[in-house]
């Protein structure tokens, strides 16, 4: 429902080739650039959706909430530069919160963030868009076990094809794909907190395992880089599991399926519902993104947390 109008790119190649596709794709006839700030200077835009490299996400969301504009950021919110686990993968981390002064220093501007965005009154979210399969997942809990009723436990496998851009392997996929469980993990449990002192978690070169206690449930998370042609991501709660997987319907439409047993329940891909929850969001102030500013930092500092407390293998 929204008009491109300009994006950003790092070389003129890059960015022609990037006019081509969404030319032919969405009809495209705005303007590229090949500095995000110039975009923001030269353009007038009511929305940027930030989707660059983690390391920069910082000061482009920074710059373009100055700007006035809603900002729908990428996941991990922020992060620092490629390199920065290597310097605290050993260390052990303060019992409740993040140790690490680079870490600490960057949380605390995601904190500067979020308060902006809310001061301006512009819409601050992030991409985790697994949040948005919350009610697909209601339906086959609900079908088989009736209300959902307390969070025990909950139940993560991730795998992606890839690692997290420039990152190196041990902290790459754990990088890209955690956020997707953490955001799960806040929207079902909003006021819950992370158990620091439950924390185990091994970072292998291509896999992180991590168990801890969230808001009274306990959680089992895995992050792997798939090792064959297909991706395993299957989540639940009470240890009732379902499978992920998208794929286009008989009118070539991409959609979202969660599957259990030989139930299945289909949605508009949860990337489609996200988008448009932002926006409904900026057009109604009642309603929140499925991520805002708030859970992100939340979201950020558990991930911080937990890869504080990884033990290398």
């Not at 599991?241 to 139930?263: P, Q, S």
Request: glycine share 8%; hydrophobic share 35%; aromatic share 10%.
């Amino acid at each position: 429902g929204c008009r491109i109008a300009a994006f950003s790119g790092t070389t003129e190649d890059s960015c022609q080739r990037t006019s081509k596709l969404l030319t032919e794709t969405v009809g495209f006839r705005g303007t590229a650039y090949t500095d995000s700030r110039q975009m923001i200077d030269q353009e007038s835009l009511d929305i940027v959706c930030v989707a660059s490299p983690q390391e920069v996400h910082l000061e482009q969301v920074r710059y373009a909430l100055e700007a006035g504009c809603h900002v729908y950021c990428e996941k991990p919110f922020v992060w620092p530069k490629p390199g920065t686990y290597d310097a605290f993968a050993q260390a052990t981390s303060a019992p409740a919160g993040v140790s690490d002064s680079t870490l600490r220093d960057l949380l605390e501007s995601a904190h500067v963030l979020v308060d902006y965005a809310a001061d301006s009154q512009l819409v601050l979210a992030m991409n985790a868009q697994y949040v948005a399969a919350r009610e697909s997942y209601r339906v086959l809990y609900e079908r088989e076990r009736g209300p959902i009723g307390q969070i025990r436990e909950f139940h993560f496998l991730l795998e992606s094809k890839g690692l997290s851009g420039r990152y190196g392997s041990h902290e790459g996929i754990w990088i890209d794909m955690a956020p997707h469980a953490l955001g799960q993990i806040i929207d079902w449990l909003p006021d819950g907190t992370l158990d620091a002192s439950s924390i185990e978690c091994t970072v292998a070169s291509h896999r992180t395992v991590a168990r801890f206690r969230y808001g009274g449930a306990e959680i089992d998370a895995e992050m792997g880089k798939s090792v064959d042609s297909g991706m395993n991501r299957r989540f639940g709660i009470n240890g009732f599991i379902v499978d992920y997987f998208g794929k286009a319907d008989d009118h070539g439409v991409y959609r979202a399926f969660l599957k259990h047993g030989d139930d299945t329940v289909d949605s508009e891909d949860y990337m489609q519902l996200s988008v448009r929850q932002f926006i409904s969001a900026i057009q109604n102030s009642a309603t929140e993104p499925f991520v805002n500013g708030h859970a992100a930092v939340k979201n950020l500092e558990a991930s911080m947390v937990i890869l504080e407390h990884g033990k290398q293998v």
